[in-house]
């Protein structure tokens, strides 16, 4: 079973619950869904990222909010006020969790600089070369996640694949931002075929056959609570 762990902070006047149905949705319409478990954090402050990535082991860590100029993510800390986190302080996190985190998606402005510092431990980090409309940030996880449920070639990237939906999924609303988002990635599947295989190995060895194709993601109020929502989806490569 992989497992998406997405993160949510500063939900105000923010897009957060929007972009959280549209991944939902992309999910469910996967081509084939057995395969990921989805666990939704709100309201994250650094300490919460931290315990919920050594607790759920997950595949992909997706997070949504605001960016600094500077490449720091917006969190919050103890009394609900944001809080910047460095791109050094992330890659040292996410160099705690590089044996099960494959990829992590950053879907806020200004953040291709901790995708590039993440990208030193963690194979795939997407970032934002700049300030990133809503709408764009919307559409981009939107393909993003339908690209993930779709049946890929044995030699077909689906990390690249999924980048390159979500960029089309831009494209294609007529939005001209599609030159914002930026994928860093430390291999290249490819031109390496041991190397993809081994990787493939790994994904199979973390998968959990199951049955039925029902998704419990219910609607939810997205507030300054913590909760979980769990839901399956069957995907294709890298090798889901």
């Known amino acids: 079973m992989k497992k998406i762990l997405i993160l949510t902070a500063i939900p105000q006047s923010l897009r957060l619950d929007k972009e959280i149905s549209e991944v939902e949705k992309a999910i469910r319409r996967a081509v084939k869904r057995d395969m990921f478990d ?122 690249q694949r999924a980048f390159k939906e979500g960029l089309v999924a831009i494209k294609l609303e007529s939005l001209s931002q599609a030159e914002i988002p930026v994928i860093k990635t430390k291999i290249n599947l490819e031109s390496d075929s041991a190397l993809a295989a081994e990787i493939n190995k790994i994904l199979e060895e973390l998968a959990t056959p199951t049955t039925g194709d029902n998704i419990p993601m219910s609607g939810t109020s997205y507030d300054q609570s913590t909760f979980k929502q769990v839901g399956k989806v069957e995907g294709n490569q890298v090798n889901f």
């Open 38 to 159: 989805v666990d939704i954090r709100t309201a994250v402050q650094p300490q919460d990222i931290r315990r919920a990535i050594a607790e759920e082991k997950p595949t992909i860590v997706h997070f949504c909010g605001h960016g600094l100029s500077d490449g720091s993510l917006l969190l919050e800390d103890d009394g609900g006020n944001p809080k910047a986190v460095s791109p050094e302080g992330l890659a040292s996190l996410f160099e705690l969790h590089k044996d099960y985190v494959i990829c992590v998606l950053l879907n806020a402005c200004h953040s291709v600089k901790s995708a590039e510092a993440i990208n030193e431990h963690i194979n795939y980090a997407i970032g934002m070369n700049q300030e990133i409309q809503d709408t764009s940030a919307i559409k981009f996880a939107q393909g993003f996640y339908d690209g993930l449920g779709y049946k890929n070639s044995e030699n077909q990237d689906v990390f």
